[in-house]
């Protein structure tokens, strides 16, 4: 399988710029494989949705033809952006898909989403297994997930461990806790764990962009220590040690010929 690990330290890019930029370029590819400079179709799910994000949903809204939110939580219902609302867990999502794909009732699809899931998921390998199922021959799917290796990835696997992370969200983030917070598994979220899990999942290319946008955690952090995350960005784009960046974009291709040149490698792991 081939790995391509980039690596993006772009003060002005952030990560939902890097989504849009490669949710994008997934629509070109999608138009260049059909031969047109758009597609006919190009089939968007957004897995584990939840109520959708300003910051990504309405860029794949307008790039869809047609744009499924799939959530195991009610939010779903509550998502204005998706043309289809699926209240159920991705696994029971794809195995429904499928069923209906067989039977002539549904297209595959050409791009899934995952933004924010991996990290909640217990067994990742099962999501991407979800994923892989529901994409067509080509497809891709894009994930954002924190880095396990990142002192942030670190700390939040260890609040989940101890059972402490509501404890300590309620005291930094009191107003998100009620609204808007999911149980945190943090497994395998690495560049090698994703590696290994993709692989297990099927797929047949990676392409892990690193980023490591200080804005991401500072919210966390009370004021006096919100210089902690640009001195530690700085330290690592310094010193080279990209595989404890803060955020893993993961592209993930289902085929051979989906994996080839689409992305710039900068470096290879
Ligand atoms: C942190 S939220 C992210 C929501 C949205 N993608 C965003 O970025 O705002 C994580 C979401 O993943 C969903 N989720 C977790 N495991 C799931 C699964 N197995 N199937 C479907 N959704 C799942 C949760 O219910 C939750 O809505």
Redesign the pocket.
Known sequence: MAIVVSTNFEPAMNQYETLQAMGEQAYARSAALGGTNAPDAFRVV?????R??AEYSPVFADLATHYVG????D?ILNNPWVDEQVHS???DFARSHQRAVADGTAEPFDLATA???WE??REPVK?LRAIHAVLGDDGQAILITPNGLHPFGLASKALAKLDLTDAVLRRLRPDEIDDYH?HVEATRNTIWGVRKCAGEAGFAGVDIDLHDDPGVFQPYLPERWRGLPVAYSKAIAATRLRALSGTLIITLQKGESSSAGWRKPTIQL
Request: no cysteine; glycine share 14%; aromatic share 10%.
């Open positions: 957004d897995i584990g949705a939840g959708g994000a799939v959530d195991l939580d939010d867990s991705a696994e933004i924010y899931v909640h998921h999501l999911f």
